[in-house]
T-cell receptor, first 118, second 112 residues
């Protein structure tokens, strides 16, 4: 079990550029989540996949944001035409059924990708 | 909507002191409750969890009990160490929507 990995760990970009982040979940986990965290705040939910299906998207996720999980394994989060307000830590988490716990998910997090938009 | 309220930090303690970080929640249904910890420069790690009323989660000397009557999940440790210095987040998962709802985090600094 190598844990959740994210790439890159840091990204500095200029306003208006597009950026793409990758998340590799724990291999047997079928659920994958993206969150965003700004300084001094708790994480905010962005979107969620079960296998390859994107089942929920937050209203925080503007049309400039898109996420995919094409084969139900790794996921990408793309931000188009970045703005300074997009600067944050982007967190990925994965989970699997907690057997016997019903719908309870225990989510395991990657190290995050820190985005700085200049 | 669902929400989590944590005591504000920063909290500064001396080594071997008793720690309590308060967490209360508002949720429809029967949420699962979690404490995550974020050490400096690292990602979020699950510290402990509880899935139903009166459950006690415990790990690394930390404990929290799911109190439905007071809608609370306070984190406690009897004797903190310098290595416990981190930011602690309380969170809930209220079921079918699957996303975690988070508190703002409480920063803990333990001095030798």
């Amino acid at each position: 079990d190598t844990g959740v990995s994210q790439d890159p760990r840091h990204k500095i970009t200029k306003r208006g550029q597009n950026v793409t982040f990758r998340c590799d979940p724990i291999s047997e986990h079928n659920r994958l989540y993206w969150y965003r965290q700004t300084l001094g705040q708790g994480p905010e939910f962005l979107t969620y996949f079960q296998n390859e299906a994107q089942l929920e998207k937050s209203r925080l996720l503007s049309d400039r944001f898109s996420a995919e999980r094409p084969k139900g394994s790794f996921s990408t989060l793309e931000i188009q035409r970045t703005e300074q307000g997009d600067s944050a830590m982007y967190l990925c988490a994965s989970s699997a059924d907690d057997l016997g716990q019903g719908f309870t998910d225990t989510q395991y997090f990657g190290p995050g990708t820190r985005l700085t938009v200049l | 909507g669902d929400s989590v309220t944590q005591m504000e930090g920063p909290v500064t303690l001396s080594e071997e002191a008793f720690l309590t970080i308060n967490c209360t929640y508002t949720a429809t249904g029967y949420p699962s409750l979690f404490w995550y910890v974020q050490y400096p420069g690292e990602g979020l790690q699950l510290l402990l969890k509880a899935t139903k009323a009166d459950d006690k989660g415990s790990n690394k000397g930390f404990e929290a009990t799911y109190r439905k009557e007071t809608t609370s999940f306070h984190l406690e440790k009897g004797s903190v160490q310098v290595s416990d210095s981190a930011v602690y987040f309380c969170a809930l998962n209220a079921g079918n929507n699957r996303k975690l709802i988070w508190g703002l985090g409480t920063s803990l600094a333990v001095n030798p």
